[in-house]
């Protein structure tokens, strides 16, 4: 199961992969070679040598091909969503009238592979751009083998920042997969179900499947002890009668939210909205 939580974070790593993209394209129409782009005097110890300008251009070439890298497996992903999306998603919103955000069936295990392939482009495209940058000091005010001041007062700054910011990313990325289950995309961290999976909470209300197709069947008295737990939380319960699996069975949401009435439950949540169905 995925949400538009992981569709927000693909077009957010495309935007930023799209801005650094631009700084390369930006930094391969400079010309280091030029003697206006440099401040060194050229018989000076200081004066770049033409190893730094080839590393230059190497490490922006480096950089853009990370980035597009980055950026298209993450557009891949996004495509793989949204033809998901159309097979499965209306179905769910013209039937049930959902009040949660969007979702669909995708392999999580891929998607995850795919998150993390995508935003290690993007960590190692930074990595070479700062390599840029500092080949981009050295040819302006001077190398660092000869110890420029100027040189370093820029350096410095850059290899410190950049490398924090990248294990802060990385560091964050990792604590989401590790903490967020992708099941539900709502305002509750882990969805309406904690850290359970709505598809196998859906499996357990199996007794319940037949009294939830037609009004007048029979509800077992399993189903009204099971249905009577799944109360507590109604909006979890409510996330299962949305589920893939209920709808799957052929349950009919109009009539699975009359089984606590049926079942003369006396503490139920009457009027509580399961999409468009109330409970009664």
Known sequence: MTTSIHVTALDSVVNVNSLFTLAVFIGLAWNPYDPSNTLVDPNSRCAPTSKIAEDLIKFHVYSFSSFLFS?????AIKQAIKLS???TFNIHVTFRGSE????????KTL????????????VAGCVFL??????????KVGTLACGSGHAFAAVVPLVILVPLALLIYVCVGLYAFTRFNGVYGTNNYYGPCGKHDIEKEAQKLAPCTYA???????????C??????????PSCLCAILQSHTVYNAGVRPEVAVTIPKRCNIAVRPVGHKCGAFPFV
Request: overall charge positive; aromatic content about 6%.
């Open 111 to 122: 998607l995850r592979v795919g998150m993390v392939v995508s935003g290690a482009g993007s």
């Open 100 to 107: 949660f955000l969007e979702h669909v069936d995708v392999n």
């Open 224 to 233: 009204c002890t099971i249905m009577e737990k799944k109360l507590n939380n």
């Open 130 to 139: 700062m390599l840029a940058l500092v080949n981009v000091v050295q040819i």
């Open 212 to 222: 939830a197709k037609y009004f007048r069947a029979p509800v077992s008295e399993r």
């Open 85 to 87: 999306k159309s097979h």
């Open 71 to 75: 950026s298209l497996v993450a557009l």
